[in-house]
């Protein structure tokens, strides 16, 4: 079945940099895009961008252009999403979710979400 | 950009009633709005895709409307695990994807 197992939690300090991995199994890991979604504390979802794992082609949501960066590795099914400059309001719960698409658009499958914490 | 506002943010409902979620999109997007359920501590899941269209496992109790600016939600009967939060979502032609703000649906 369709599995993405994502990294564990971390803890950083304003500034710094994170990177969060994604590791997918069960499917064709470069036939479906991969996006990255993350939830503050007590909010809603909000969409970061997502990648190609065949192309590495990239898409982001204009919030994020020029501080999130979306890699993959294609020899270990792996997509990585690294996000700079860290605030505190950076601190949230980040997912990483396929994309399913034929004649319609749907983020069928989910991670199990990774908890960054910014604090100094 | 277009921006997708549900309501009511909130509700209290108890088991066996039917439950309504609007979604409200800012600019017509056809048919092209999925809902998803999270439950605290969890990743979202998704129920509908395309408005109207169950996705595969999903108990035949959810079920999703509308078209151009305006869809609706239906739980046709509330059950216990049906608790949660749910949200709308919009994935334009410019491959930008934009989620309504949520209802928490809670335990009357």
């Known amino acids: 079945q369709v599995q993405l197992v994502q990294s564990g939690a971390e803890v950083k300090k304003p500034g710094a940099s994170v990177k969060v991995s994604c590791k997918a199994s069960?499917?064709?890991?470069?036939?479906?895009?991969l996006h990255w979604v993350r939830q503050a504390p007590g909010q809603g979802l909000e969409w970061m961008g997502r990648?190609?794992?065949?192309?590495?082609?990239?898409n982001y949501a204009q919030k994020f252009q020029g501080r999130v960066t979306l890699t993959r590795d294609t020899s270990i099914s792996t997509a990585y999403m690294e996000l700079s400059g860290l605030r505190s309001d950076d601190t949230a719960v980040y997912y990483c979710?396929?994309?399913?698409?034929?004649?319609?658009?749907?983020?069928?499958?989910w991670g199990q979400g990774t908890l960054v914490t910014v604090s100094s | 950009d277009i921006q997708l506002t549900q309501s009511p943010s909130s509700l209290s409902a108890s088991v066996g009633d039917r439950v309504t979620i609007t979604c409200q999109a800012s600019?017509?997007?056809?048919?092209?709005l999925n809902w998803y359920l999270q439950k605290p501590g969890k990743a979202p899941k998704l129920l509908i895709y395309?408005?109207?269209n169950l996705e595969a496992g999903v108990p035949s109790r959810f079920s999703g409307s509308g078209s151009e600016t305006d869809f609706t939600f239906t739980i046709s009967s509330l059950q216990p695990e049906d608790f949660a939060t749910y949200y709308c979502?919009?994935?334009?032609?410019?491959?930008?994807?934009?989620f309504g703000g949520g209802t928490k649906v809670e335990i009357k």
């Open positions: 979710a396929r994309e399913f698409s034929l004649a319609y658009i749907k983020l069928d499958s």
């Open positions: 990648i190609n794992p065949n192309s590495g082609a990239t």
């Open positions: 395309d408005a109207s």
């Open positions: 979502q919009h994935y334009d032609n410019l491959f930008q994807v934009t």
């Open positions: 600019e017509d997007i056809t048919n092209y």
């Open positions: 069960g499917y064709s890991f470069t036939a479906y895009y």
